[in-house]
């Protein structure tokens, strides 16, 4: 069974470049939730996907958007990147009809350099 | 707002002694607590969560958390620490409705670092 998987793992971009990240969820699961983890701090919540719609953000610009396709997947994408965008990314699957309480299972992430 | 806090950024303990990693929440409402871990250059890896019921938590690798709601606390204990237990904690609480459909977020301190001497 497979887990939560990202791509690419590692990435290095310049400033004002964009960047897509992508994540296939856990098998089973139709909801995705994508977090910002930076240096030495607890991941922050970025948004979540259900029935590829955006159900829910949270306090992040407009620079970031994402996109959930009909087999669950999803993508992250980021414009104009900033110094501070450089993070660890993670991916977070659950199923929604599991309940409300339901553990989101994490991806290895993707650690994103802004140079 | 919900929230979560880790007072202590690193916690150091032998092998073999029992070891706390601790937590606070604030939250209105009901609380829903997790309790994740990561290690270097992995993702978070879900070890135990609280919904209701019984104050003491059983979870992955004999890991066990106790909710208290009059101290406000949701503290990660474990009776025999590894030095393979060494690794990064973090404390969630859920946001979202709880009712019907709606999103289901996770807010996280900012982590305890835990470190395991032989």
């Known amino acids: 069974d497979a887990g939560v998987t990202q791509s690419p793992t590692h990435l290095i971009k310049t400033r004002g470049q964009q960047v897509t990240l992508r994540c296939s969820p856990k098998?089973?699961?139709?909801?995705v939730s994508w977090y910002q983890q930076a240096l030495g701090q607890g991941p922050q919540f970025i948004f979540q996907y259900y029935e590829e719609e955006e159900r829910q953000r949270g306090n992040f610009p407009d620079r970031f958007s994402g996109h959930q396709f009909p087999n669950y997947s999803s993508e992250l994408n980021v414009n104009a990147l900033l110094l501070g965008d450089s993070a660890l990314y993670l991916c977070?699957?659950?199923?929604?009809?599991?309940?409300?309480?339901?553990?989101?299972?994490f991806g290895p992430g993707t650690r994103l350099t802004v140079l | 707002a919900q929230s979560v806090a880790q007072p202590e950024d690193q916690v150091n303990v032998a092998e073999g002694n029992p070891l706390t990693v601790k937590c606070t929440y604030s939250?209105?409402?009901?609380?829903?607590l997790f309790w994740y871990v990561q290690y270097p250059n992995r993702g978070l890896q879900f070890l135990l969560k609280?919904?209701?019921?019984?104050?003491l938590v059983k979870g992955s690798y004999g890991f066990e958390a106790e909710f208290n709601k009059s101290q406000t606390s949701f503290h990660l204990k474990k009776p025999s620490a590894l030095v393979s237990d060494s690794a990064l904690y973090f404390c969630a609480v859920r946001d979202g409705p709880t009712s019907g459909g709606g999103y289901n977020k996770l807010i996280f301190g900012a982590g305890t670092r835990l470190a395991v001497h032989p």
């Open positions: 609280y919904i209701t019921g019984d104050n």
């Open positions: 977070a699957s659950s199923l929604a009809g599991m309940g409300l309480y339901n553990e989101q299972f």
């Open positions: 098998s089973g699961h139709d909801t």
């Open positions: 939250v209105s409402g009901n609380p829903y």
